[in-house]
């Protein structure tokens, strides 16, 4: 596969639409404006910093137009673009950098003292700031103005080429740099506008940061390839997303977190959705109490599945299934085929069994940078070993039990806490809940529960249990419960269960 470059021909087809509407400055950005702003930053790298095809940019700021310029300007000159994960300190940076090695460094002016600081810590003589220039730091806008303004456009590219790296979360050790190819975006796209059903027409309003595969793939990219509009949201604000749900969206993509604070701002039950056509959701198991609040206010919130690893999309489930299965991710998209195998044997399972989902297919990285190690580790026969528990039903639809790794051992029972944290969720006053498996003398691991519950409801220890008890098998029942104000959530906005379980799981 081949992969032109699709901005400059839609600002020559139709240069006057609107790409982007920063929502943080108010700018609004045609396709035109998009493509030359792209340019003025590729010039800026290949002339002034001398910066060669397969170099290094990293980019630690917001989500705005400003980062899509510079993502789309890189890609002009084939640098690859390091996403810095801004929720992370200094020195997590610090990590992602000595791994990546970049040769520029961007920040917003938000993160000053951030950059200032890799870019001391690293000695990086190529440095921007998206504010006013500083002493050895140029400053954005000015730099685009030096520029001639003329279109560089990008040499087709190859199905592998990368385009920007994105480091996982690193919940299971140390963060991973993932690949991210123009030909896995091309196949995102083609899979989302299939099944998320996406048109040039469309309006998307992205609240993802674009450090993540769900802000920048779910569905920004994919608006752009399209010539499609996108809404973007410098930070998640519950009050302006609900007014552009009702105001101006037609898209609409979120994580779970997402989903559970609309559904409680108090708006929420009078709130007029019917002008967004396609909901959808991922990156966490999204409890069916809640996804029975949207289908009661007539939103099918179309669950999918995916990973940093996949581009990310590999299942998204259609409305109808949506709503007669709830809690399905569907079957594999198009471009994307699945199997589950036995966690020890490895032996291919049958319908209704549970076991570890395997995938391959043209969207999924190619391997992690320069981490051969972790690469050898995570594909067997060119199929990427996922580490969900997976099963799929008589009609092939699947269903995602938990990561294999939440999963714990209770009396010689698998336990899997995704499972018993929706039962948890239907109780009435609770707001987030979280299972992890703890030590105990007699059956080696129970589970604990850490809850948050709606401002002024009432929910105790006993309670919780007693609902457990009755719903599910009783070594699935929590032992202990342990509220909190909230759940500690990592930077994908999925619950960060490695943090639960160092604060409130066995102590050294």
Not at 99 to 123: C, I, Q, S, Y
Not at 143 to 151: F, K, N, V, W
Not at 286 to 299: C, D, I, N, S, T
Request: aromatic fraction near 10%; proline fraction near 5%; charge should be neutral.
């Amino acid at each position: 596969m081949q992969v032109p470059d699709y901005l400059a021909k839609h600002a020559r087809q139709f240069p006057a639409k609107t790409a982007l509407v920063d929502l943080h400055s108010g700018r609004r950005v045609s396709y035109s404006q998009l493509n030359e702003r792209a340019s003025r930053f590729a010039e800026f790298l290949r002339e002034r910093w001398q910066v060669k095809p397969g170099e290094r940019v990293a980019l630690l700021a917001h989500s705005s137009s400003d980062y899509v310029e510079m993502l789309y300007g890189c890609g002009k000159i084939g640098a690859v673009v390091i996403c810095l994960n801004w929720r992370l300190s200094v020195d997590e940076l610090k990590g992602v950098l000595g791994d990546a090695a970049p040769t520029a460094l961007v920040w917003g002016e938000e993160f000053d003292a951030g950059g200032a600081a890799l870019m001391d810590a690293f000695k990086i003589k190529n440095c921007m700031v998206t504010g006013a220039a500083r002493p050895q730091v140029a400053g954005y806008e000015s730099a685009l103005a030096e520029m001639s303004g003329a279109t560089v456009e990008m040499p087709w590219r190859e199905h592998n080429d990368v385009w920007y790296l994105l480091y996982t979360a690193g919940s299971t050790g140390k963060p991973k740099g993932v690949p991210q190819t123009w030909g896995m975006n091309v196949t995102n796209t083609l899979t989302n506008t299939i099944h998320a059903s996406l048109r040039r027409e469309d309006v998307m309003l992205s609240v993802l940061p674009y450090f993540h595969t769900g802000g920048l793939n779910l569905y920004m990219n994919c608006m752009l390839m399209l010539g499609a509009t996108t809404l973007i949201m410098r930070q998640f604000d519950v009050d302006k997303t609900m007014e552009l749900l009702e105001s101006e969206a037609t898209v609409m993509f979120g994580v779970p977190a997402i989903y559970l604070f609309l559904s409680q701002h108090p708006r929420f039950a009078g709130a007029d959705f019917s002008r967004v056509r396609s909901w959808a959701a991922g990156g966490a198991p999204v409890p069916r109490v809640l996804l029975e609040q949207y289908l009661a206010k007539g939103v099918t919130i179309c669950f999918g599945f995916g990973m940093t690893e996949t581009g990310p999309t590999v299942f998204l489930t259609d409305e109808d299934t949506a709503r007669r299965k709830v809690g399905t991710v569907g079957k594999p998209v198009m471009f994307v085929e699945a199997k589950v195998v036995d966690t020890q044997t490895r032996q291919r399972l049958g319908a209704n069994q549970r076991g570890e989902m395997l995938l391959r297919g043209p969207a999924i990285t190619p391997g992690y940078w320069n981490n051969p190690q972790a690469t050898a580790k995570s594909y067997e026969d060119g199929w990427l070993c996922t580490g969900d528990i997976v099963y799929f039903d008589d009609d092939g639809d699947f269903y995602v039990v938990d990561r294999s790794k939440d999963m714990y051992i209770s009396g010689g029972e698998n336990v899997y806490p995704a499972e018993v944290e929706n039962v948890i969720f239907q109780i009435e006053g609770v707001a987030e809940a979280a299972v992890i498996g703890i030590h105990d003398a007699k059956w080696g691991e129970v589970g604990k529960a850490i809850v948050a519950v709606k401002p002024g409801a009432q929910v105790n220890e006993e309670q919780v249990i007693a609902h457990c008890k009755q719903k599910l098998a009783g070594f699935k029942a929590p032992k202990q419960v342990q509220f909190v104000p909230a759940l500690a959530r990592n930077a994908a906005g999925k619950v960060d269960k490695p943090k639960l379980r160092a604060e409130f799981g066995d102590k050294a």
